[in-house]
């Protein structure tokens, strides 16, 4: 059987992100709700408080699997081969010509077209 393949949620994981909603929920209610305490204060409570609630989230198989894919995400971006800054810097200028050159030929084929129909529209008045 694929290990990629679907499980049904069981009713404890179902429970467990159901409190960590509440968790954030709560947070960002108390977080409007005391605006007369210190803002720095409020910031940290909702970040622990989602710290909190990442902390329970992932103990459920839909959070195992996500920090699963995060981790493996994170080797195949080691893998990757990133070019250098010069074939950066040079990618980027042909770029730009290349950009320079089509607007260039567009405001050309527009001025030759509205010409065109410039000359039509006098012809036919």
């Known amino acids: 059987?694929?290990?990629n393949?679907?499980?049904v949620a069981s009713p404890l994981d179902t429970a467990k992100l159901a409190?960590?909603?509440i968790v954030l929920l709560g947070a960002l209610v108390g977080f409007y709700y005391y605006?007369?305490?210190?803002?720095?204060?409020?910031?940290?409570?909702?970040?622990?408080a989602v710290g909190i609630a990442a902390v329970i989230a992932l103990q459920t198989e839909k959070g195992r699997s996500l920090s699963s894919f995060v981790k493996e995400s994170q080797t195949?971006?080691?893998?990757?081969?990133?070019?250098?800054?010069?074939?950066?810097?040079?990618?980027?200028?042909?770029?730009m010509v290349v950009v320079v050159v089509i607007?260039?030929?567009?405001?050309?084929l527009d001025m030759g077209l509205g010409g065109i129909v410039s000359?039509?529209?006098e012809q036919k008045g």
């Open 103 to 108: 607007a260039i030929f567009l405001w050309l």
């Open 35 to 48: 605006a007369e305490v210190s803002k720095l204060i409020r910031v940290i409570s909702l970040i622990a």
């Open 19 to 21: 409190v960590a909603l």
């Open 1 to 3: 059987m694929s290990k």
């Open 76 to 95: 195949e971006v080691r893998k990757v081969v990133w070019p250098t800054r010069q074939e950066t810097v040079q990618t980027t200028l042909v770029v």
């Open 119 to 121: 000359y039509a529209m």
């Open 5 to 7: 393949a679907q499980t």
